[in-house]
């Protein structure tokens, strides 16, 4: 026999699967009134939706970074938009599985869907579907990373409106400078920490560009020999966190400052939002076109 389906049977699913009123009265409707059944249906209606939304492109989201006496992690979650970033569920969610990494020790994405969610028993990947289908937006844990503490070291990490995060360890200093240079790295993206991470490809492929660029200029070979080095010391000291001017003081350079405190980087982890995915451009006009012509 049928159960009636009330307003408070309604809202009961809406509670559980936090799904709309309407999709919620239609789930029951065709469970006629089963309230598990109707909830097993919806979650595995959720699923299809999720693996549909699985190719959409989701370039948003948040940085966290958490850290104990052992270790610190760095996790990226995508969504879509901006808007969902900012969710309490969306949040939650990151938060949660952020933790999960942390206190287990998780150090890959695929490791990390299949982990088990302390609160609820559930994997993180059925808990992201489930998510996928009450937001309904693709959502990604996309990369973590782990600076493991080691002795006599400082760790400092600094989030920037979730979504730019970055950890820095020193060997020597103390907490107020690692956080400093973390400010630094968020500001001024170094890409590593000294002349000498930066591959000799990577060099020369600088100064076959500044060569061509230095020869237009038709000035003797020697005043050309000296432009070329003095465009490669200061590509150098661009692209590494050495070489850069210290963000609060630009009168030194970030080597100076460590070498007052007798300190030295050990490494850095810094991830932005969305960096390296390519986002479709739409055409906003094309866009209203296709909409009025599909009507």
Do not use: W
């Amino acid at each position: 026999m049928a159960t009636p389906i009330t307003a408070a049977l309604v809202q009961e699913l809406r509670a559980r699967t936090g799904a709309g009123m309407m999709d919620c009265k239609k789930a029951l409707t065709a469970a006629e009134g089963n309230l598990d059944a109707a909830a097993e249906a919806m979650r595995k209606s959720g699923q299809i939706q999720a693996e549909k939304k699985s190719g959409r492109i989701a370039a948003e989201g948040l940085i966290l970074i958490k850290s104990n006496a052992e270790r610190s992690i760095i996790l990226e979650v995508n969504c879509e938009t901006d808007f969902v970033a900012r969710d309490e569920n969306f949040k939650q969610f990151a938060e949660t599985v952020t933790q999960l990494a942390l206190d287990k020790h998780i150090g890959s994405v695929e490791a990390l869907l299949t982990a088990s969610l302390p609160t609820t028993g559930e994997t993180v990947e059925k808990t992201r579907q489930d998510l996928i289908a009450k937001i309904g937006e693709n959502i990604q844990i996309r990369r973590l990373a782990f600076v493991e503490a080691k002795a006599g070291s400082v760790i400092g990490f600094y989030v920037h409106t979730g979504r730019l995060g970055t950890i820095v360890q020193l060997q020597g200093g103390n907490e107020q400078l690692a956080k400093d240079l973390a400010l630094h790295i968020i500001a001024n993206s170094p890409l590593v920490v000294s002349a000498d991470d930066v591959s000799s490809a990577v060099i020369e492929k600088e100064r076959e560009i500044f060569t061509a660029q230095a020869q237009a200029s038709g000035k003797p070979q020697a005043v050309i020999d000296k432009m070329i080095a003095g465009r490669i010391d200061k590509f150098l000291n661009e692209v590494t966190l050495l070489g850069q001017l210290f963000i609060k003081d630009e009168t030194v350079n970030v080597k100076t400052l460590l070498d007052r405190s007798q300190a030295k980087v050990v490494g850095f982890v810094r991830f932005a939002v969305g960096e390296g995915i390519e986002k479709p451009k739409e055409d906003f006009a094309e866009a209203v076109m296709a909409q009025v012509k599909a009507s």
